[in-house]
């Protein structure tokens, strides 16, 4: 499957995503995201505010795998992962649209991830 479906779309934007990296030694670094927004029916938006390290990553190897599961996970334990290449805009119009997002209100995004999913595998 590559194709995000609204089953999956809402599930990314409900709740807490994962991205990993790998560092310049190919070792994994992982960190978790708020307010990821599905723009296309094979695209995510993440913005990038506190994700330093992740960035640096990107600009290296740009290779990402983003994983999601349910808030209530012990109940319906549902989530996938979803692999795919990213790329760091800090202008255009992705930047506006998270610059936008009322849940930036109080943040100042540096910039915006912009994922090209490839693949989603279903975790559970």
């Given amino acids: 499957m590559n194709k995000i479906t609204s089953e ?4 990314i934007e409900e709740n ?3 991205i990993a990296t790998t560092d310049d030694k190919n070792n994994p670094h992982c ?7 599905v ?12 994700i330093i390290e992740t960035l640096k990553n990107i600009e ?3 290779n990402v795998s983003l994983a999601v599961w349910s808030r209530d996970w012990e109940k319906d334990c549902e989530g996938y992962e979803l692999r795919g290449k990213a790329k760091y805009f800090t202008s255009g ?3 506006k649209f998270v610059d936008n997002l009322p849940e930036n209100k109080n943040e100042k995004p540096k910039g915006v991830i912009l994922v090209t999913v ?3 595998k279903k975790l559970a």
């Avoid at 999956?8 to 599930?11: D, F, S």
Wanted: glycine residues 2%; without cysteine; charged residues 25%.
């Fill in 93 to 95: 119009k992705w930047k």
């Fill in 8 to 11: 999956i779309k809402k599930l």
């Fill in 31 to 37: 960190v978790v995201v708020g307010y990821p927004k």
């Fill in 118 to 120: 490839e693949k989603i």
């Fill in 39 to 50: 723009v296309s029916k094979n695209q995510i938006i993440l913005s990038a505010i506190y």
């Fill in 16 to 18: 807490a995503l994962a």
């Fill in 60 to 62: 290296r190897n740009n």
